[in-house]
Every structure is written in C-alpha cells, then in structure tokens.
C-alpha cells in the first residue's frame, strides 16, 4: 500500500538554526516525491519535487532535500531558518493508480527568534 | 497569471442543506482533485477527475458529488450525508502524463451553522 508518514507533528527550531523535516515513504514504485508548504488558511506551495538522478534536490526558499531509496526517505533541509520559514510542511508521493497522489500528515513549523 | 480559483473563501452550511464549492483552474490541465483537510490528518482525497467527463471516488467520497462538464471546472458538492462536514477543502490539479507536481487553490473553509 501507498503512504506516507511524517514522523514529527510538531517543531521548534530558534532562528538561524539548521532545521531538518522527516519523510518515509512506502511505495509500490519508482516514487515522484515532492514537498509543500502550507500558511494558515492558504493552499499548498511546491517547495521541490525529486523525480530521478541526482538525490540531493534544491527547492525554492533555500530549501533542499535528499533521497535515500535505501531508507525510503526524504527529509527536507534548510541550513538556516527565518522566521517566515514557520508553516506547515507536507511531504507527497505519487502519481500512482489514475493519477492520485498521497500525503503526509504534516509537520508545523515554529521558529523561535 | 495561471492558477486555481477557489470561492467562496468561507461558507456556511445549515443543517441538511447542500452547499457547492467552486474550483476553477486555468492552467489548462487535464486531472483535477479535492482534498479535505482536518487538523493534525493531511489531506485526504475526496474525488478526482482525469478528464471531462469522467471521475473517480477517493477515500472519503460518502457524503460529497462532483461534476466535471468543463475541463476547467470542477466543483465539489457537499451534500446533507455529510454529517460532519467542517473543513477546509482544497482543490488541485495536474498536467497528464504522470511526473507533474500538483498546483493547489487557496481553498473553502466550510463551517456548520
């Protein structure tokens, strides 16, 4: 079966520290990943999509994120956070079966200054 | 700009009303989707289309309709089986083809009277 899971709910980080987001994946294929940012009351914002070659993939924002088959993960990276990093955070697997996609729970974001 | 309209914003739903929500994309993709998402449990898919005329339940279909008449136009009805209908809902869509990241609308938050 597809899933996705976000291990963390909740996260602090003070501004300008490192921050890193967990994302484990089960897939029953080559898997198209990809990682969203949500505001309160807004949709969701592609941050950066891995597709094939090179694991390590810079987004928008400053982000990055690197996939590792062997561990079925991609985590989300950023070597220094700003306090308008603070968000929820979705990490996405997919397309798969007529085209659906599937989502992590979430991870919120709070950045202390 | 290409991208995805939702309205309203907000909407209110009385008991055993049906309301019906707007998404309208121009971006000229052929699947479109609807999420509802409720906190701390992502997204999950209520319907989706990968073209006119043609739709597919999601996982949490019971209580919801769609329509997909116009490949720019996909609106989601809430019907009065949907005993808790309190959300926000998303709507997205996607190129064919199968390796594109979804764009999403700003989303509905429905509220119960």
């Known amino acids: 079966a597809q899933s996705v899971t976000q291990p963390d709910i909740h996260i602090t980080v003070s501004e300008g520290a490192s921050l890193e987001l967990r994302c484990n994946y089960s897939?029953?294929?080559?898997?198209?990943l990809f990682w969203y940012v949500q505001s309160p009351g807004q949709g969701l914002q592609l941050l950066l999509k891995y597709f094939s070659g090179d694991t390590l993939v810079q987004g928008i924002k400053g982000f990055e994120a690197e996939f590792k088959r062997s561990q079925s993960s991609f985590n989300l990276r950023k070597p220094s956070v700003h306090w308008s990093d603070a968000a929820e955070y979705f990490c996405?697997?997919?397309?798969?079966?007529?085209?659906?996609?599937?989502f992590g729970s979430g991870t919120k974001l709070n950045v202390k200054p | 700009d290409g991208g995805i309209t939702q309205s309203p914003k907000y909407l209110f739903r009385k008991e055993g009303q049906n309301v019906t929500l707007s998404c309208e994309q121009n971006l000229n993709h052929d699947a479109m989707y609807w999420y509802r998402q409720d906190p701390g449990q992502g997204l999950r898919l209520i319907y989706y289309s990968q073209i006119v005329n043609d739709f597919q339940k999601g996982d949490i279909a019971e209580g919801y309709s769609v329509s997909r008449e116009k490949k720019e136009s996909f609106p989601l009805t809430v019907t009065s089986a949907q005993k808790n209908p309190t959300a926000f809902y998303l709507c997205?869509?996607?190129?064919?083809?199968?390796?594109?990241?979804?764009?999403f609308g700003d989303g509905t938050r429905l509220s119960i009277l």
């Open positions: 897939y029953g294929a080559t898997p198209y």
């Open positions: 996405a697997v997919g397309p798969y079966n007529f085209n659906k996609f599937y």
């Open positions: 997205a869509s996607t190129p064919s083809g199968g390796d594109q990241p979804q764009h």
